[in-house]
């Protein structure tokens, strides 16, 4: 296979075209006729597989040329493969433990083998579901902490993170799908636009308001223009699996260079969708439900905050803030530290409230709002998501705190704004 031309893969030929991988045989056995083959892509743009052997189990992940969603109308590199496995390697070794572990790579074929995570679950389907997860907030928060802080000139060599710039700014195919369907498309009348019938007086306000957009193409700029760090992309309920108790990120292709806030504000859009949805999927100990989805926003944030001032005092040892500024004359960093973080947090802020408006009126939207099938339910829901994200990009340099956040979401899960 390592020399063959690119062919997508399908459970009936996979055996046949991997047989000679040793890292695979190793893994699950030599006998392909004792292999198990099945396809559980569910995504918008990759084929995944899951392969078990009388050794073991292992994902097969293979890119196509095309949005898979879409199909061949809109073509796609195969190329991100590449930058997915590139991007997986450097998360293993800034944040242990929270990705799957690769064991082979094939950049002809865009084939990435890894680990098979079970019994863990995608995140979105256990927040449908009501199903809680111990330490998630401590995980996210970490992660997000320790790839932003290690993926950046305030921990790397300065070769290394200009190296990698060059590197991630090849991933041009898909960061642009962010660029089009997050920060431009909502806003018009794009063509692949959609949303829930019943929601146009509250996309009116939002494609009125030039205060707002200016706000946005702002925030879309500091996204096409800081490069501070390596992040995910695309960190969203659908990209993290866990158990009750452990999580793992999983689906890195969307790397790129961006904003410190960039993965933290599309995690916390996603939690806050879960939170608005929450009335539809559950009657029972719905408040209960929706205070513990919000404490894990706030308690993110605290965790991210935690660790990345922890890292700041221990492996500050790039370019910015050196400690010959600061530290070696006896003076404090506390300052810049606290700067840097209210920085980081108005800007997550932004790049939320974006998210927010993205998921309910651009391409790819959130299963949480989708399985409402009845629209006359999950548009008023959709609604309370789509103001406060419009607050949130607005005013976010005056909600300072993760409990001003809370209490926002709170009055907006009880407006009526159909």
């Given at each position: 296979m390592i020399n063959d031309k690119y062919e997508p893969l399908t459970i009936k030929?996979?055996?046949?075209?991997?047989?000679t991988i040793p890292e695979l045989t190793a893994l699950v056995g030599i006998d392909i006729n004792s292999w198990k083959v099945e396809e559980i892509g569910d995504g918008n743009l990759n084929l995944v597989f899951i392969v078990k052997g009388p050794a073991g189990?292992?994902?097969?992940?293979q890119a196509l040329p095309y949005v898979r969603l879409v199909g061949d109308s809109w073509p796609l590199p195969l190329y991100r493969a590449y930058f997915e496995y590139n991007a997986l390697t450097r998360q293993a070794s800034r944040a242990k433990d929270t990705v799957p572990k690769v064991f082979?790579?094939?950049?002809?074929?865009a084939l990435i083998i890894m680990e098979y995570l079970t019994p863990h679950k995608i995140l979105r389907e256990k927040l449908i579901l009501g199903e809680k997860v111990e330490n998630l907030a401590n995980t996210l928060g970490s992660f997000c902490a320790n790839t932003a802080f290690r993926g950046s000139d305030l921990s790397l060599d300065t070769t290394e993170v200009k190296s990698d710039r060059a590197l991630f700014s090849g991933n041009v195919a898909i960061p642009a799908i962010t660029e089009?369907?997050?920060f431009c498309d909502p806003y018009f009348e794009a063509e692949m636009n959609s949303h829930t019938s019943g929601l146009a007086p509250i996309v009116e306000i939002l494609r009125s308001d030039i205060e707002m957009k200016s706000r946005v193409q702002h925030l879309f700029r500091l996204y096409s223009s800081q490069q501070d760090t390596m992040c995910?992309?695309?960190?969203?309920?659908?990209?993290i699996m866990c158990t009750s108790s452990e999580s793992k990120v999983i689906d890195p292709e969307f790397v790129t260079y961006a904003p410190f806030g960039f993965d933290l504000g599309m995690l916390f859009a996603n939690f806050f969708m879960a939170f608005f949805s929450q009335p539809e999927h559950r009657k029972e100990d719905l408040a209960t439900y929706q205070n513990w989805i919000l404490g894990v926003v706030s308690d993110t944030w605290l965790s991210f905050e935690k660790q990345f001032s922890q890292l700041w005092n221990k492996e500050r040892t790039g370019m910015l803030y050196p400690k010959t500024m600061?530290?070696?004359q006896g003076h404090s960093s506390e300052k810049a530290l606290q700067g840097l973080?209210?920085?980081?947090?108005?800007?997550?802020?932004?790049?939320?409230?974006?998210e927010m408006h993205r998921r309910c009126l651009s391409l790819a939207h959130n299963a949480d709002f989708e399985r409402i099938e009845d629209t006359k339910l999950r548009a008023p829901l959709e609604a309370r998501n789509l103001m406060m994200g419009r607050e949130l990009i607005l005013k976010s340099e005056k909600i300072t705190s993760s409990a001003n956040l809370l209490k926002l979401a709170e009055k907006f899960n009880r407006g009526n704004f159909l």
């Amino acid at each position: 296979m390592i020399n063959d031309k690119y062919e997508p893969l399908t459970i009936k030929n996979l055996p046949q075209r991997l047989k000679t991988i040793p890292e695979l045989t190793a893994l699950v056995g030599i006998d392909i006729n004792s292999w198990k083959v099945e396809e559980i892509g569910d995504g918008n743009l990759n084929l995944v597989f899951i392969v078990k052997g009388p050794a073991g189990s292992v994902i097969v992940k293979q890119a196509l040329p095309y949005v898979r969603l879409v199909g061949d109308s809109w073509p796609l590199p195969l190329y991100r493969a590449y930058f997915e496995y590139n991007a997986l390697t450097r998360q293993a070794s800034r944040a242990k433990d929270t990705v799957p572990k690769v064991f082979y790579f094939n950049n002809d074929q865009a084939l990435i083998i890894m680990e098979y995570l079970t019994p863990h679950k995608i995140l979105r389907e256990k927040l449908i579901l009501g199903e809680k997860v111990e330490n998630l907030a401590n995980t996210l928060g970490s992660f997000c902490a320790n790839t932003a802080f290690r993926g950046s000139d305030l921990s790397l060599d300065t070769t290394e993170v200009k190296s990698d710039r060059a590197l991630f700014s090849g991933n041009v195919a898909i960061p642009a799908i962010t660029e089009g369907l997050v920060f431009c498309d909502p806003y018009f009348e794009a063509e692949m636009n959609s949303h829930t019938s019943g929601l146009a007086p509250i996309v009116e306000i939002l494609r009125s308001d030039i205060e707002m957009k200016s706000r946005v193409q702002h925030l879309f700029r500091l996204y096409s223009s800081q490069q501070d760090t390596m992040c995910h992309g695309d960190l969203h309920s659908g990209s993290i699996m866990c158990t009750s108790s452990e999580s793992k990120v999983i689906d890195p292709e969307f790397v790129t260079y961006a904003p410190f806030g960039f993965d933290l504000g599309m995690l916390f859009a996603n939690f806050f969708m879960a939170f608005f949805s929450q009335p539809e999927h559950r009657k029972e100990d719905l408040a209960t439900y929706q205070n513990w989805i919000l404490g894990v926003v706030s308690d993110t944030w605290l965790s991210f905050e935690k660790q990345f001032s922890q890292l700041w005092n221990k492996e500050r040892t790039g370019m910015l803030y050196p400690k010959t500024m600061f530290e070696n004359q006896g003076h404090s960093s506390e300052k810049a530290l606290q700067g840097l973080l209210n920085d980081i947090w108005k800007n997550t802020l932004g790049f939320c409230g974006i998210e927010m408006h993205r998921r309910c009126l651009s391409l790819a939207h959130n299963a949480d709002f989708e399985r409402i099938e009845d629209t006359k339910l999950r548009a008023p829901l959709e609604a309370r998501n789509l103001m406060m994200g419009r607050e949130l990009i607005l005013k976010s340099e005056k909600i300072t705190s993760s409990a001003n956040l809370l209490k926002l979401a709170e009055k907006f899960n009880r407006g009526n704004f159909l």
